[in-house]
């Protein structure tokens, strides 16, 4: 749980966490005016060069040590458990879940900033925990928020795009193609063809982030009123409210408890770790210096496969087919039977299982939390929860899994439905969103640490045979 900027804790005056080193003239400034760092782009100038002399020397010091294996499985097996990636801005627990920047979701809940009123933190303030390491103060969320609003327009080309679509064409086709169009406007791409120098291209990088995490929303809500409200206007940005809320409004909503629902889905479905296909996926685009636009839209096509972010709308139409099919209350031997026939029709139970995960995933507890708080008496909500006595005992009972217990994706949808969100095949837009948060944030810091393309060696199973020494004959 190492957290790689040490400052923050003091800088914020936060009870636990020793100081163990020194501040320079900057963080001392920080320290006692936390008020003038405002400016996200500030601070990380600061950051960047200490965190690439910390990695300098310990290269220096460790690069030929030796950290693990590679057994033959683990090539077949889709390099589960191999390391082979760094990637700073979170770290995934087998059984405690993910940590952001060494903060558990119960700890972001309680310590990042909150919208007036609001009991769930802001995803400015996890933006700015992924970035710099360092929990935000309200003043830095909010300027965070400002600045996205002020970022936030589309230009015309990408708007006639999405009015052109057919609507037959799925919600993250049309989101991916509208990231990948949105990069006419990359700073990034227009600094490096101009010869722009390599010490540079994290501020680029920096830009192109933030503008794209300010236009995502509305990209994905000009999808959501296209599909299905019509090809209604998404109003104008509000730049006095906060990124979610600008949201939430131009989807259409006025809850203000589906607007707090969105705070926290938005904060939760932003990063875990390296490995996953949309993180690993923007990681390796953006290491051949694609810009973010393609890094990101890349990510997204990995996202829409159902064993990742699919996932949530795979839960609800799984959910509904169930109900369709069994009516209101369902028996927990009817359930049983109806996710044997599942397994035994060779398809998964969605929202079930994880590559790294061992124990039920904290992002559906948290999001469990927010439905016994706000729709304990939900008969879908009530269907999920009989599902988590469930399914987990057929899951071991077949034996396969090595996780039966929920992710994230059993939860979110069934949220959705409650506040009158039921179109399905959207959800995974919203996911979408959100994981511009972990995958950019990780994407600057790759370029300020010149982390090389990424190319790593593949084997031919003859090879691999030949390797171990084989009989190639079987
Ligand atoms: N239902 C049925 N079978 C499952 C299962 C589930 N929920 N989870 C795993 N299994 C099966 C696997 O398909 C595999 O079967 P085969 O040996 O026949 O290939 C076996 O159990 C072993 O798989 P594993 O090592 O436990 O899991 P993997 O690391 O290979 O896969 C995951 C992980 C998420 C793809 C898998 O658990 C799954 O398909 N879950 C359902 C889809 C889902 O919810 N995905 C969302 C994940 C979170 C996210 O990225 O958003």
Request: aromatic residues 10%; contains cysteine; glycine residues 8%.
């Amino acid at each position: 749980n190492a957290r790689p900027f040490r400052g923050s804790r003091k800088a914020l005056h936060l009870p636990h966490g020793n100081q163990t080193h020194n501040p320079g003239i900057f963080q001392t400034l920080i320290y006692c005016f936390p008020v003038l760092l405002q400016n996200l782009k500030d601070v990380l100038t600061d950051l960047v060069p200490k965190e690439q002399s910390r990695i300098k020397n310990f290269k220096a010091q460790y690069g030929k040590t030796n950290i693990g294996s590679i057994t033959v499985d683990m090539i077949y097996g889709g390099m589960r458990g191999m390391k082979g990636l760094v990637y700073e801005t979170s770290v995934l627990d087998a059984d405690e879940g993910i940590r952001f920047r060494g903060y558990s979701i119960p700890e972001c809940q309680r310590l990042l900033p909150k919208a007036p009123g609001g009991e769930e933190p802001l995803p400015e303030g996890l933006f700015w925990l992924l970035v710099t390491g360092q929990v935000p103060s309200q003043e830095q969320a909010s300027w965070l928020s400002k600045e996205w609003a002020k970022r936030a327009a589309l230009p015309s080309h990408v708007v006639t795009m999405l009015d052109n679509f057919p609507t037959n064409l799925h919600p993250m086709s049309q989101f991916s193609a509208a990231i990948t169009a949105l990069n006419s406007e990359s700073s990034f791409a227009r600094a490096y063809s101009e010869g722009v120098n390599k010490a540079k291209y994290w501020e680029y990088i920096y830009e192109d982030s933030m503008d794209l995490i300010a236009k995502l929303p509305c990209v994905a809500a000009k999808i959501y009123r296209n599909l299905y409200r019509e090809g209604s206007s998404i109003g104008a940005i509000d730049s006095s409210l906060d990124w979610s809320h600008n949201f939430t409004n131009m989807l259409g909503y006025s809850d203000a408890t589906f607007t707090e629902l969105m705070r926290l889905y938005l904060t939760i479905h932003s990063d875990h770790e390296g490995g996953n296909v949309s993180a690993h996926t923007s990681h390796l685009v953006g290491s051949a210096l694609s810009d973010p636009y393609l890094s990101f839209s890349a990510a997204m096509n990995g996202l829409a496969g159902p064993l990742h972010g699919l996932a949530n709308q795979e839960v609800l139409v799984w959910l509904t087919a169930l109900q369709k099919e069994m009516g209101g209350e369902v028996s927990d031997e009817a359930m049983r039977d109806y996710i044997w026939n599942t397994l035994k029709s060779g398809r998964v139970v969605p929202g079930y299982g994880h590559a790294v995960l061992r124990k039920t995933d904290p992002r559906y507890t948290c999001q469990q939390e927010f439905a016994f708080k706000h729709l304990p008496n939900d008969p879908m909500f009530k269907l999920v929860h009989q599902l988590y006595k469930i399914v987990p005992n057929v899951l071991l009972e077949q034996g396969k899994a090595k996780n039966p217990w929920p992710n994230v994706d059993a939860h979110s949808g069934v949220l959705l439905q409650y506040y009158g969100m039921t179109e399905m095949n959207y959800y995974t837009v919203l996911f979408g969103v959100s994981r511009a948060l972990g995958v950019l944030a990780q994407l600057i810091w790759s370029r300020a640490l010149g982390f090389p393309l990424e190319r790593p060696k593949s084997m031919s199973t003859d090879g691999l045979m030949t390797l171990v020494g084989a009989n190639k004959s079987g």
